[in-house]
């Protein structure tokens, strides 16, 4: 997972004291103004792992009013279903049967169910002290319900705590295909032009697509223009598996597509995947 380097000296952050000084200058020092400043440090932050910050983020609740964050950075959804589940947030499971479509609150756009969301912060902390626990535990106490209250004193007693992310949790597959739905680093553009101006490769007859190996930096092709027989060669191949592994079968990359619900491009559609002696050819 990309991880946020920030010094004292980075342009952001001395941009940030300069505005407070510059506020404190006039003697301002209300909230509204010095959060503006922050905000856009946040943004700065933000900005190289494609966040967007939404300032008074409502947090949906099914039924009752919604609360409010001051802020929040949110990332597309398969990027963000892929942190609940790596969380242990949502399961698998509860996607495939739509369990955590009746859950109260939500993480961006996935939905949670604030039941099992309340219990696994209480195992990873060892506390109570989240909102999300008190509403969890307002809930339970509403309906009755002794069976939370049970899980959730078998929770704060644990003598090891689990960890909070958990990479074994989802394999490779749909961490390569949220990665590079749109080409790496989201270069979905730079990439049509390779095909168009046939940097990356030649065009040959039947509408195939030669792709020289390529080499250092080279950008491949986003995975949303695959057909979905054709994007399960291609992971297989990229991430040196067989097609008729599992993880790579055109069944289970199907079925990650829909569950990161990744939206494919009408054209160019590569529709085979093939290896030649010269490189990989893409059958469009």
């Known amino acids: 997972m990309p991880s946020l380097i920030l010094k004292p000296t980075h342009k952001a952050v001395t941009a940030y004291y300069d505005s407070l000084a510059k506020f404190a200058k006039f003697g301002i020092k209300h909230e509204t103004a010095v959060r503006s400043a922050f ?9 190289p792992f494609d966040w967007k910050l939404v300032p008074e983020y409502a947090i949906r609740r099914k039924g009752r009013a919604e609360a409010k964050a001051d802020g929040a950075l949110l990332d597309n959804y398969g990027r963000t279903l892929l942190i609940c589940l790596l969380r242990e947030e949502v399961s698998i499971d509860d996607l495939d049967k739509g369990r955590n479509e009746a859950g109260e609150i939500s993480v961006g756009e996935v939905r949670l169910d604030e039941r099992k ?3 696994r912060i209480a195992k990873v902390s060892g506390t109570v002290d989240d909102w999300i626990v008190h509403f969890a535990i307002t809930q339970a106490n509403n309906k ?23 990479y074994e949790r989802i394999g490779i597959v749909p961490r390569f295909l949220v990665d590079y739905w749109c080409g790496e680093h989201g ?3 730079m990439w049509l032009n390779q095909l168009a101006e046939a940097n990356a490769g030649d065009w040959r007859g039947n ?13 491949m092709p986003p995975l949303c223009f695959f057909a ?23 069944t289970a990359v199907r079925k990650w597509v829909s569950r990161l619900r990744l939206k494919t491009a009408g054209t160019p559609k590569i529709r085979e995947v093939k290896v030649a002696a010269d490189g990989i050819c893409f059958v469009t």
Do not use: M
């Open 117 to 119: 969301y309340a219990l």
């Open 144 to 166: 009755h319900d002794t069976a939370f209250f049970i899980e959730l004193g078998r929770a704060l007693a644990r003598k090891q705590r689990p960890p909070e992310i958990d």
């Open 187 to 189: 270069q979905y553009g």
């Open 39 to 47: 905000q856009e440090l946040l943004e700065s932050c933000a900005r």
């Open 228 to 250: 979905s027989s054709a994007l399960a060669t291609y992971c297989a191949l990229e991430l040196g598996k067989k097609q008729s592994d599992k993880d790579t079968s055109a």
């Open 207 to 219: 509408n195939v697509f030669v792709w020289k190996q390529a080499p250092n930096g080279l950008l």
